[in-house]
């Protein structure tokens, strides 16, 4: 079985800094890509950013210059360190990845951190 556990969430004042963390663990043979996606009330859920195991990554224009996604592969772990928040940026932030597992490969999802900004 292979999970991803994400921490690092929690309430912010705007213009603060938050860093997220995703964590994948299982009988994992390897990791195609790590993103994390975010999801406000009433909204649907939308990519923020997303790396490749090659270390390439891409961002949604609406976080671009302030957040950056790098990863770990040693440790499958991905990190997004998010700064200059704003109150927008409120949402329950999850990570998703694509791993090779046990012959086969899945689309798996963390539970979720709360991100709130807020003064």
């Known amino acids: 079985q292979v999970q991803l556990v994400e921490s690092g969430g929690g309430l912010v004042q705007p213009g603060g800094s938050l860093r997220l963390s995703c964590a994948a663990s299982?009988?994992?043979?390897?990791?195609?890509?790590m993103g994390w996606y975010r999801q406000a009330p009433g909204k649907e859920r939308e990519l923020v950013a997303r790396?490749?195991?090659?270390?390439?990554?891409n961002y949604a224009d609406s976080v671009k210059g302030r957040f950056t996604i790098s990863g770990d592969n040693a440790k499958n772990t991905a990190y997004l360190q998010m700064n200059s928040l704003k109150p927008e940026d409120t949402a329950v932030y999850y990570c998703?990845?694509?791993?090779?597992?046990?012959?086969?490969?899945?689309?798996?999802w963390g539970r979720g951190t709360q991100v709130t900004v807020s003064s």
């Open positions: 998703n990845a694509g791993i090779y597992y046990s012959g086969s490969y899945g689309d798996v």
């Open positions: 299982g009988s994992i043979f390897s990791i195609n890509a």
């Open positions: 790396i490749t195991s090659g270390g390439s990554p």
